[in-house]
């Protein structure tokens, strides 16, 4: 009975040691994976804080429009006679660019001129009759009367055949002709565009908030996409009195010059306007600040032997996200 007792103890014994040899092995495997799942040794860079000169500014989006331009067109009906313009040539101002048949017009122009040049004469034989009491002043009454109405129709005619020439109303750039030689025109048919280039608006819209920070005269810088490496300074020339009811933005106009005629109306642009004084601020980069909920934070390097890493409070004011280089 005893032997039988020392036997089952010892076996217990075994069974206990097994699980827990097995229960260390496996304790240690954890430990090894874990210790091979340690995050991996992080290469940074750094950058040093240093005090510049920072420029508050306005950004506006736009769209440039010329200071003067229309598509010209007539206001009678006809067919082309003749053409006097290229596609992208500049004008002047009065220049003739394109006629239409006047044949019949001009007739008719010429019968009632020679319809009152014969009332002229009749009016100034009366007026010496008149002179004589050869005839009643109610006769030279008539035939001035008639003389006047003669004078109006030539005017008249003299009118509609001018309406007949399209002239440049204003010195500028054409663009591409919309019409060819005998073609038939309805009354208002686009004939070509007509743009005064330089110098040329931008329009764009602020917050209502930025009124007391604006005025006429103030310096600007547009940028455009299409020439990336290129700013274009002009300054703005007027400020709408109203502000947009839906959006509480406010219009702003400012003029570019353009000698080059690189900007044409329609394109977008980007509107910088620097407000105040420059500052003097320590500036990071931008890269280099982390923002979220509770503000915006740096890493700071220690100076001591031993690389550590603190993190810095978060900055006051909160950094602008715009910036290429921000204050902290």
Known sequence: MIKRMLIMLIAVGVVLGGIFAFKAFVNTKIKEVMAGMANP????????????????????VGTLRAVRGA???LE???????????????????QLLLRLRVEDDVAKLQSLQAV???????????????SVKAISQAVVDNDTAAYK??????AQQQALLDKKSLKAPFAGHLGIR???????????????????????????????????QLKVGQPVTAKIDAYPDLTFPGEITAINPRVEAASRNLQIRATLANPDRKLLPGMYATVDIDVGAPQKLVTLP???????AYGSTVFIVDDKASPSFRRARPSSPPVPRAATRSPF
């Open 286 to 292: 931008q890269t280099t600040i982390t923002y979220n």
């Open 116 to 130: 009152a040049e014969l009332a002229k004469i009749t009016l100034e034989r009366d007026q010496k009759q008149l």
């Open 41 to 60: 040794t992080q290469t940074i860079s750094t950058a040093k804080a240093v005090a510049t000169d920072w420029q508050s500014r306005l950004q506006g």
């Open 178 to 212: 919309q019409v060819d030689l005998g073609q038939y025109l309805s009354a208002g048919t686009p004939i070509v565009t007509l743009q005064a280039l330089d110098p040329i608006y931008v329009d764009f819209f602020l917050p209502q908030q930025a009124l007391s």
């Open 71 to 73: 598509d010209l067109s």
């Open 149 to 154: 109405n003669d004078m109006a129709q030539v």
């Open 76 to 94: 009678l009906a006809g067919i082309v006679d003749t053409i006097n313009f290229n596609s992208g040539d500049d004008v002047k101002a009065g």
